[in-house]
């Protein structure tokens, strides 16, 4: 990526932290907690992406949080056990 684009997109990033009153800690430690649990379902092969938004109205947050992976991990729940 440019180094102008990365600017950009950092400025974006610290603009929408300071209007939300988010800290960059909240951010951080949410990105470790999530990576936690994701890889207990994905195999990663991108860092997580995380977007937090106020609605127009103020009264609700939409939080977006994307990430790749390179492939599903397979493993069995008691919901996969065969009932007689």
């Known amino acids: 990526m440019r180094t ?3 600017i950009a997109k950092r ?3 610290m ?3 300071d ?6 800690g909240f951010v951080t430690a949410m990105k ?7 890889d207990g379902y994905f ?3 991108s860092p997580i992406s995380v ?10 947050y939409t ?5 790749a992976a390179s492939d599903i991990r397979q493993f069995d729940t008691t919901l996969d056990v065969k009932r007689f």
Do not use: P, Y
Request: glycine share 4%; hydrophobic share 40%; with cysteine.
């Open 4 to 6: 102008d684009r990365e």
């Open 11 to 13: 400025m974006r990033e």
């Open 15 to 17: 603009l929408t932290q």
């Open 19 to 24: 209007k939300l009153c988010i800290r960059e």
């Open 32 to 38: 470790g907690d999530l990576n936690r649990l994701l």
């Open 43 to 45: 195999a990663l092969s």
């Open 51 to 60: 977007a937090i938004d106020r609605e127009q109205d103020g009264a609700a």
């Open 63 to 67: 939080v977006n949080i994307s990430f």
